[in-house]
């Protein structure tokens, strides 16, 4: 097995190296490292008392405490979860935790554990025989789920290394992962709402749902997606869809479209990624939403050579072949794919559905979408 | 003449059949499907486990075309959801469903079913792959939301 890479500073302390030893050794053969990994937060913890932060919020309607050990990456994991926060004044239980922390900026190095590792993918990807705790590591990050505790542990090579896809989406693959353990399988959509009715814009990548959300956003609706979505059903027909990110991440083409946000995206980090970052909560505060009722489909498709965005109904057929392949495909468990399928058959057999095909004009999209909100819900 | 029957491949395709049209996804390749009218009729028909004669007579009657006709056609369609790896072939005499089979009234004209196959999936799969074979638990809780 292929050694996994440290922190640069973290290689460096001799009583680290030694930490790293022992920690290693401590993880029982099936927990995918996950004990060596805990005993190594636990030390960041103790050892830098002034560096860790912890703070609460509401992932899918459940209560979550997230502690750092690192203040410059609490200060970035923090970002794209900000709408989410959660005031807590009264010890909870907590339904996730997450603990993770900045190996350069403590010196407390990752423990050494084998891994699997797939030769073409960005993640690799390992699990106890028992499916109970996975491991994720991606790019300078490594994650383990315990999936019976509900916490993640992870820690980060350093802050100043988090890729630009874990700065818009921290923890992305483990909390997929919960996400679908707690029956709220995640869709590859946007959502916007409007007086609480939610638009849920579902397609490929490319299709649009980024444009049509942030123009919706710019216009006055509650902004709560542009890419994933935890769905959830709340009863006969009935289907809500959870924010899981504030973040949005625009190719060239779009932060050129949207003028006006591209003064707040940040750029990619790294060379091969042309992708900027775009925080929503630090330019719209007030019009972000965690969750809400959907009641209508659109199926966005863009149309270069037309100016103005227009409407119609579309066929649930149509529907379930734009949702369901990337959505599925990204729920990250395989053997509960089939029931995420069923629970995608059932949203759109429930809602109005239509196409939505999109102008080059972005001020023509939200009149249009409000237009067919009042026609989905009259 | 041997009449054959078949199953979907469950283990690892999801389907539905809704408004008139099959769509079909392969879980395992990330390849997907869609059936035209014809083609979704003959799928659910194979879902419920009716021979190949069943179909083809079923089909034959309800768009008055020659059974023979059909039949080719249906085969045709057979191997290559059998070269897609969505259905696979089962012994039995009897259907496994309790419905009646009858086809309700047409009035689009015959055309032969035909496979649309999308394939833009199978490549982010290869990118990205899941998780296989992770278990359900005494952690997952999704059954009690479903």
Request: hydrophobic share 40%; net charge negative.
């Amino acid at each position: 097995m292929p050694s996994a890479p440290t922190g640069g500073q973290a290689e460096r302390g001799h009583g680290v190296a030694q930490l790293a030893s022992h920690v290693a050794q401590s993880g029982s053969p099936g927990d995918c490292g996950d004990g060596a990994m805990r005993e190594a937060f636990e030390h960041a913890l103790r050892e830098h008392p002034k560096d860790r932060s912890e703070l609460w919020y509401t992932f899918a309607g459940r209560p979550v405490r997230l502690r750092v050990v690192g203040r410059e990456l609490a200060a970035l994991v923090q970002r794209p979860f900000s709408h989410l926060r959660l005031p807590v004044r009264e010890p909870v239980q907590p339904d996730l935790c997450v603990d993770i922390w900045d190996q350069a900026a403590t010196g407390v190095a990752r423990p050494d554990v084998s891994r699997v590792h797939h030769a073409a993918a960005p993640v690799s990807i390992d699990a106890s025989p028992d499916g109970r705790v996975v491991s994720f590591e991606r790019e300078a990050t490594r994650l383990s789920f315990d999936r019976a505790e509900r916490r993640i542990v992870g820690c980060v090579a350093g802050a100043d290394r988090l890729s630009q896809l874990d700065r818009g989406r921290p923890f992305r693959d483990p909390l997929l992962l919960w996400h679908q353990d707690r029956g709220v399988e995640t869709v590859h959509a946007a959502l916007v709402a409007r007086d609480g009715h939610g638009i849920l814009f579902g397609g490929a990548g490319g299709a649009g749902k980024t444009s049509t959300a942030l123009a919706c956003l710019q216009s006055g609706f509650t902004y709560l997606s542009d890419d994933y979505v935890g769905l959830e059903t709340a009863g006969p027909q009935q289907f809500i869809g959870h924010s899981l990110f504030c973040s949005a991440h625009l190719e060239p083409h779009q932060a050129a479209k949207f003028r006006s946000l591209r003064a707040h995206a940040q750029a990619p980090n790294v060379p091969q990624d042309d992708k900027s970052l775009l925080i929503l909560s630090e330019v719209f505060p007030d019009r972000l939403g965690c969750q809400a009722q959907v009641r209508v489909l659109a199926l966005p498709r863009i149309h270069k050579e037309t100016r103005h965005t227009t409407y119609r109904v579309a066929s649930k057929a149509e529907a379930l072949l734009s949702l369901a392949p990337s959505s599925l495909l990204m729920q990250p468990a395989s053997a509960q794919r089939q029931r995420g399928f069923e629970k995608l058959v059932a949203m759109v057999e429930s809602v109005p559905v239509y196409r939505l095909d999109l102008g080059n004009d972005l001020g023509s999209i939200p009149s249009c979408v409000e237009s067919l909100l009042h026609e989905a819900i009259r | 003449m041997s009449d054959p029957r078949w199953a979907l491949n469950e283990s690892e395709v999801a389907a539905k059949v809704i408004d008139g049209e099959a769509i079909i996804l392969n879980l395992a390749s990330g390849m997907y499907y869609s059936l035209d009218r014809v083609g979704a009729i003959v799928w659910e028909m194979m879902a419920e486990g009716r021979s190949a004669e069943e179909i083809a007579q079923r089909v034959a009657t309800a768009y008055d075309m020659p059974r023979e006709q059909v039949r080719r056609d249906l085969l045709g369609l057979v191997s290559e959801l059998l070269d897609e790896q969505l259905i696979t072939e089962v012994s039995g005499d009897k259907p496994r469903s309790e419905s009646s089979g009858e086809i309700a009234a047409v009035s689009e004209p015959y055309h032969a079913p035909q496979l649309n196959k999308y394939s833009d999936m199978a490549d982010l799969l290869a990118l990205d792959p899941p998780m296989p074979g992770l278990m359900d638990g005494p952690w997952n809780q999704a059954s009690e939301h479903a």
